[in-house]
T-cell receptor
Framework: QKEVEQDPGPLSVPEGAIVSLNCTYS??????FMWYRQYSRKGPELLMY????GNKEDGRFTAQVDKSSKYISLFIRDSQPSDSATYLC???????????FGQGTRLTINP | SAVISQKPSRDICQRGTSLTIQCQVD?????MFWYRQQPGQSLTLIAT?????????ESGFVIDKFPISRPNLTFSTLTVSNMSPEDSSIYLC??????????FGQGTRLTVV
């Protein structure tokens, strides 16, 4: 069993839709959670960084963490074609511990 | 947030040769990380580089194949040695910015022919 599971998709939705991306994890020691967006031929871009259960909002993006269920989500509101990319979840135990990544979900927003 | 510059951005290399990738950060950081991303795959950690000490390699990666230097707190290099087509990947360096998360360079796209 992988430490972090993420549905690889692909996921295709119409412009303006609400997108939900999800990851589950098995290691309860993970304390810090990140979501990255990666465009083709580019490095991962940090979108959200959270470390407590609950919601964190930044513009059209909301990160949700449920540590009791070992489940994290990223919601994208009013999705735009420019949001088309691969989204990766990542988590760490904290300090200088390494990141463990999900497989990434390829998202396409159709105009 | 930390700004990371990687060079080269891409290269095409002959099998059996070596390539050194450079990573420069705009602030001093204790630890730098090197990742590999194979085509269509997620990121896999190669090694963690501390300034002034030997890098720590993950299972499946060895120093002879991926030697790393970390001469100061803003710079690191990763060398991919004796390359084969299986080494064709994107190589990424990363730093942790405490309280802000982990940041990545734009990556080096390596093709071995």
């Amino acid at each position: 069993q992988k430490e972090v599971e993420q549905d690889p998709g692909p996921l295709s939705v119409p412009e303006g839709a609400i997108v939900s991306l999800n990851c589950t994890y098995s290691n309860s020691a993970f304390q810090y959670f990140m979501w990255y967006r990666q465009y083709s031929r580019k490095g991962p871009e940090l979108l959200m960084y959270t470390y407590s259960s609950g919601n964190k909002e930044d513009g059209r993006f909301t990160a949700q963490v449920d540590k009791s269920s070992k489940y994290i989500s990223l919601f994208i509101r009013d999705s735009q074609p420019s949001d088309s990319a691969t989204y990766l979840c990542a988590m760490t135990r904290g300090g200088a511990q390494k990141l463990v990544f999900g497989q990434g979900t390829r998202l396409t927003i159709n105009p | 947030s930390a700004v990371i510059s990687q060079k080269p951005s891409r290269d095409i290399c002959q099998r059996g040769t070596s390539l050194t990738i450079q990573c420069q950060v705009d602030s001093q950081v204790t630890m730098m990380f090197w990742y590999r991303q194979q085509p269509g795959q997620s990121l896999t950690l190669i090694a963690t580089a501390n300034q002034g000490s030997e890098a720590t390699y993950e299972s499946g990666f060895v120093i002879d194949k991926f030697p790393i230097s970390r001469p100061n707190l803003t710079f690191s290099t990763l060398t991919v040695s004796n390359m084969s087509p299986e080494d064709s990947s994107i190589y990424l360096c990363s730093v942790l910015d405490r309280g802000l998360g982990a940041f990545f360079g734009q990556g080096t796209r390596l093709t071995v022919v």
